[in-house]
Antibody, heavy 125, light 113 residues
Framework: EVQLVESGGGLVQPGRSLRLSCTAS????????MSWVRQAPGKGLEWVGF??????????AYAASVAGRFTISKDDSENVAYLQMDSLKTEDTALYYC????????????????WGQGTLVTVSS | DIVMTQSPDSLAVSLGERATINCKSS????????????LAWYQQKPGQPPKLLIY???TRASGVPDRFSGSGSGTDFTLTISSLQAADVALYYC?????????FGGGTKVEIK
């Protein structure tokens, strides 16, 4: 089955760190753009960042609100993407979704055809 | 960064009637290299992750009913539900992927009148 499963969420104090994982199955993980999108309680979707793979080149991009604090990485051998979150703030409280960018076999694009169920991060003292 | 603005914030439509959602980008998302609009639409039902409905502004994703259609180009886009069904009650979001810093619209809540 083609799916994404997030894990690692929980309650964390402001200023601390947390690492989220996204485990993929059912597709060739290394061929895809993997992204994180978050949704604060009762709010809309906010893009967090993505990592883009070849042939477009290995690039990573982040939203201004998390740049310098969050880091996205991938382990293609384990089919896992990570979101390392440092210096967490109360405004980072949200449901964090992992999602897959669409690839047509030639190029990959950053619109998302597969989403996980999300993992909840609560930043509070 | 490109700002995506959706309107209205919410709308109530009778079953079987048309629902129209607008999305405006602060700069064009039309690529001159491939003549494609880097604009997608998603549907999110309560307690569920978003689901891709439309990509390249007007192409329906696999399995999406043909009552959903997307139109527009450049900076102005529309998602239309031609005949609203009860199953269409949801939040709808537009998203641009023209630049490396992606962005979503604020969302539009569709309800039954």
């Amino acid at each position: 089955e083609v799916q994404l499963v997030e894990s690692g969420g929980g309650l964390v104090q402001p200023g601390r760190s947390l690492r989220l994982s996204c485990t993929a199955s059912g597709f060739t993980f290394g061929d895809y753009v993997m992204s994180w999108v978050r949704q604060a309680p009762g709010k809309g979707l906010e893009w967090v960042g993505f990592t883009r793979v070849k042939p477009d080149g290995e690039t990573t991009a982040y939203a201004a609100s998390v740049a310098g604090r969050f880091t996205i990485s991938k382990d293609d051998s384990e089919n896992v993407a990570y979101l390392q979150m440092d210096s967490l703030k109360t405004e980072d409280t949200a449901l964090y979704y992992c999602c897959r960018g669409y690839c047509d076999g030639v190029s990959c694009y950053a619109y998302f055809d597969l989403w996980g169920q999300g993992t909840l991060v609560t930043v509070s003292s | 960064d490109i700002v995506m603005t959706q309107s209205p914030d919410s709308l109530a439509v009778s079953l079987g009637e048309r629902a129209t959602i607008n999305c405006k980008s602060s700069q064009s998302v039309l690529s001159s290299s491939n003549n494609k609009n880097y604009l997608a639409w998603y549907q999110q039902k309560p307690g569920q992750p978003p689901k891709l409905l439309i990509y390249w502004a007007s192409t329906r994703a696999s399995g999406v009913p043909d009552r959903f259609s997307g139109s527009g180009s450049g900076t102005d886009f529309t998602l239309t539900i031609s005949s609203l069904q009860a199953a269409d009650v949801a939040l709808y979001y537009c998203q641009q992927h023209y630049t490396h810093t992606l962005s979503f619209g604020g969302g539009t809540k569709v309800e039954i009148k």
